[in-house]
């Protein structure tokens, strides 16, 4: 691609809060609907449990309580890429965020991979250390270290997804060892399925930049994104890794995200908004969005990510 060619990537977010979806019709219906729109991806997110009455500080409100009810219906975010990639053909399943360290890697490794292969290398992954610490210990882990989990558990899983030959794949760590692992299938992809950091702190940028192939960060003003991007560079630098090849992604409000918003979005270097829908119920009213938005962007599910540099005018 020539560098004077921008593409801007359009994922949508379905409206949580609502319950919709562990509703099996809504959501088939909802992402049939995205990608024959033209849009990028479907982000889902993960909640193992929700522990009632959390003193933890939810970082993106001001209250600190995060705006999902107790009793929401979140299903397990890898079943429901495994369900949606049988009702659709194209679109990227993502995450956004699992909380890494919930779960054990050898067993994410084979899960993560199983759901890629099968629907043939469409599964992005965006991970993150977690906010509720009540959460993190009903899965068994200790809140004190969830950076340090998080990291190895990055780095076990693409030991396993990588090719070994027939020795196998040999890790140890802190938490988390195998010698001799063999684990299949491999991801669609030679390099493994693409692991995006998800945070907002200078861990996580620094994270993105040591090991991350994206960063999504939520809910930063611009003068904050830049300093997170260049703690990111620097870190990507000390590690030997090309900064410019790091995606990054950014949120936004599907019925308001303007062509201002995305132009300003590009010239910060980002790839990717991830959009959110009005927080309903009303499938129709839904649909009524997304189908605005690929029109006023000149979406089309045939032509891929979206071009910016003015060609898809001419």
């Known amino acids: ?74 299903p397990d975010p890898l079943d429901l890429m495994a369900f949606l990639a049988g009702v659709t053909d194209r679109i990227t399943l993502a995450t956004g965020v699992l909380v890494l360290p919930n779960h054990h890697p050898v067993v994410l490794a084979k899960r993560i991979a199983t759901v890629d292969v099968l629907s043939r290398g469409r599964v992005r992954m965006c991970v993150g250390v977690g906010w509720m610490d009540e959460e993190l210990r009903a899965t068994g882990a200790d809140p004190r270290s969830r950076g340090r989990r998080t990291d190895e558990a990055i780095a076990a899983m693409r030991a396993l997804w990588a090719d070994a030959g027939p020795g196998g794949a040999d890790f140890d760590g802190e938490f988390f060892a195998f010698h001799h692992a063999h684990s299949f299938p491999k991801p669609a992809r030679p390099g493994g399925v693409p692991i995006h950091i998800g945070g907002h ?42 900064p410019g090849a790091i995606e990054l992604s950014v949120s936004g409000y599907l019925p308001t995200t ?57």
């Open 258 to 314: 303007s062509e201002r918003d995305v132009a300003d979005a590009e010239s910060e270097g980002v790839a990717r908004m991830l959009l959110s829908t009005s927080m309903t119920e009303d499938l129709d009213r839904v649909h009524d969005e997304l189908s605005a938005f690929a029109e006023r962007f000149g979406l089309r599910a045939d032509a891929g990510p979206r071009r910016t540099d003015g060609a898809d005018r001419l």
């Open 1 to 74: 691609m020539d560098e004077s060619e921008h593409v801007m990537r359009f994922g949508v977010i379905p409206p949580v809060r609502t319950g919709v979806t562990a509703d099996p019709a809504w959501m088939t219906a909802f992402a049939r609907h995205a990608e024959g729109c033209g849009f990028e991806s479907v982000v889902l997110v993960e909640h193992a449990v929700v522990v009632s009455g959390y003193r933890s500080t939810y970082p993106y409100a001001s209250s600190g309580k995060m705006p999902l009810p107790d009793d929401c219906a979140i």
């Open 201 to 242: 702190s200078e861990a996580a940028a620094r994270r993105a930049g040591r090991m991350g192939d994206g960063f999504q960060p939520l809910g930063l003003a611009a003068e904050v994104l830049a300093v997170r991007m260049a703690q990111l560079r620097d870190s990507a630098e000390e590690a030997g890794r090309d």
